[in-house]
């Protein structure tokens, strides 16, 4: 009887309208951490997200805007990691008191020599990791709302679980000797640890490193050695490189891999959801066969 109870209230609060003045204001750094909070927020947030969808997070400029959106949040979503580190700067040029939720807290980061892979969400057992976080701060934040947002985020979650199934499942169909690819810079790491796809990458963690003319021809050799099967493009990246790899070495250019930004509504991968779909369908498509 309790728990019927309960789901009764859950249902009440979820169909009662929200005054736009009782909504908490949350400021999410990027694209792909502002599709959680939407998915664990409802209509009980008012969502803003600094590095909208196809922007490169790793080298975005603030503008003045961005200032007002912080000043007026009460709670600023953050990967951490060293992801952004232009965000410490702006948070002090707003003169923002807004409690800072660093989504990443929690999972274990991978390095790439001596540096930090801040592309924790390429796993979704770490992705719903980041939906905790997030559900916990918007419990803490508003508490009249608490048990809106625990369902919010119960319901996302099962759909992170059936995501991850799904990715594993595809995984498992690819040759074991084909389960390696050359993406444009290291951000798959942790979707490798997490699935058993190996990715070689022209670039470190963060998109503003050039490879030098010794990596590529290094590359090119590696490719030749380890008989690579594809090469990919990422959606914020140049493909004259990765042509010009695909064409010196005959290896299959595989399409685009979404990694630190989700599209528009009208692009391939809108949510974080439909950006895991589509890059193991990319992954699958060209390492299957």
């Known amino acids: 009887m309790r728990r019927l109870l309960l789901i009764a209230f ?3 609060l979820l ?8 909504r908490v204001n949350v400021v999410a750094s990027f694209s792909i951490l502002g599709d959680f909070v939407k998915n664990v927020g409802g209509d009980r947030v008012n969502m803003t997200t600094l590095v909208g969808p196809n922007g490169d ?3 975005y400029t603030p503008a003045p805007s ?4 912080n000043a007026a949040a009460k709670l600023l979503v953050v990967n951490g990691l060293g992801l952004e580190g232009w965000l410490p700067r702006l948070a002090q040029a707003a003169g923002s008191k807004a409690t800072i939720v660093v989504a990443s807290n929690g999972i274990a980061p991978l390095k790439v020599g001596s540096e930090t892979d801040p592309h924790a969400w390429q796993s979704v057992p770490n992705a719903k990791i980041y939906v905790v976080n997030i559900r916990d701060a918007l419990a803490a934040a508003d508490p009249a709302d608490a048990e809106v947002f625990r369902a919010n985020a119960a319901r996302y979650l099962g759909e992170l679980d059936v995501l991850d199934a799904e990715v594993r499942a595809a995984v498992a ?5 084909r389960r390696k690819v050359i993406t444009t810079h290291k951000a798959f790491g942790y979707f490798a640890a997490a699935y058993g796809i190996a990715f070689l990458a022209l670039v470190g963690v963060s998109t503003e490193t050039e490879p030098s003319a010794r990596d590529i021809a290094a590359l090119i050799q590696q490719i030749k050695v380890d008989k690579i099967p594809a090469v990919f493009l990422e959606n914020l990246s140049d493909d004259r490189l990765i042509g010009r790899i695909a064409a010196e070495t005959g290896v299959k250019a595989g399409g685009t891999l979404y990694s630190d ?10 949510t974080y959801i439909a950006l895991v779909r589509h890059n193991i369908k990319a992954l699958t498509s060209a ?3």
């Open 173 to 177: 169909k690819i040759p074991p000797e």
């Open 15 to 22: 169909a009662s309208p929200v005054r736009a003045q009782d």
């Open 10 to 12: 859950v249902a009440a």
């Open 66 to 69: 961005d200032a007002k959106k």
């Open 287 to 289: 390492l299957g066969n």
């Open 57 to 59: 997070v790793h080298v």
């Open 261 to 270: 930004s989700l599209t528009d509504e009208k692009g391939p991968a809108p």
